[in-house]
T-cell receptor, first 116, second 114 residues
Framework: GNSVTQMEGPVTLSEEAFLTINCTYT??????LFWYVQYPGEGLQLLLK?????DKGSNKGFEATYRKETTSFHLEKGSVQVSDSAVYFC???????????????FGKGTHLIIQP | DGGITQSPKYLFRKEGQNVTLSCEQN?????MYWYRQDPGQGLRLIYY???????QKGDIAEGYSVSREKKESFPLTVTSAQKNPTAFYLC?????????????FGEGSRLTVL
């Protein structure tokens, strides 16, 4: 079945450091790929997405490229800020045989801590 | 403003009691979902509904029940059969799409069994 593997945390960085959070997936077909962010005590917010191979999603300085050959969707940011501290989830779409979406399959999340 | 409203935000219950979590959306989305979040385990799908009066089990449906009588509402009941109900519960919705699958989430309900 479909699955998502992302690096374990917590990941601790200093402000202005370069960020990479690895995400690889196993899926049949051509899923859409997502990064969501969760701040303490809140629900998840969509950060970025990509719907086909070689697409690059970007938002708020974060980027991720859909790499079908390596089944990866790594999240990057050139210079992190304290306000980026949160839990980040990689996810892929669960398509059913009828062509509709059955929600998303999520990775376990990576807790990111940015120190001033 | 359009969005998803979950209530209550915090809930305490005694063992053996059923409890119902509310989820309402005004985004006119066809599909709705319930996820459970536990520390270090990510999100796991409990139930989902793609249309009114129809719903499907997700990966961890045992001990839970849902209904979908209205497009806007998808309540989740945590029954006494759920062995470990203490968790953070997230409701989400999406359009009936071509597989883009983007979900919009509520702010969650934290259930604690005493």
């Amino acid at each position: 079945g479909n699955s998502v593997t992302q690096m374990e945390g917590p990941v601790t960085l200093s402000e202005e450091a370069f960020l990479t959070i690895n995400c690889t997936y196993t899926a049949t077909g051509y899923p859409s790929l997502f990064w969501y962010v969760q701040y303490p005590g809140e629900g998840l917010q969509l950060l970025l997405k990509a719907t086909k191979a070689d697409d690059k999603g970007s938002n708020k300085g974060f980027e991720a490229t859909y790499r079908k050959e390596t089944t990866s969707f790594h999240l990057e940011k050139g210079s992190v800020q304290v306000s980026d501290s949160a839990v980040y989830f990689c996810a892929l779409s669960r398509k059913n045989s009828g062509g509709g979406a059955d929600g998303l399959t999520f990775g376990k999340g990576t807790h990111l801590i940015i120190q001033p | 403003d359009g969005g998803i409203t979950q209530s209550p935000k915090y809930l305490f219950r005694k063992e053996g009691q059923n409890v119902t979590l509310s989820c309402e959306q005004n985004l006119n989305h066809d599909a709705m979902y319930w996820y459970r979040q536990d520390p270090g385990q990510g999100l796991r799908l409990i139930y989902y509904s793609q249309i009114v009066n129809d719903f499907q089990k997700g990966d961890i449906a045992e001990g839970y029940s849902v209904s979908r009588e209205k497009k806007e509402s998808f309540p989740l009941t945590v029954t006494s059969a759920q062995k470990n109900p203490t968790a953070f519960y997230l409701c989400a919705s999406s359009i009936w799409d071509r597989g883009l699958g983007e979900l919009f989430f509520g702010e969650g309900s934290r259930l604690t069994v005493l």
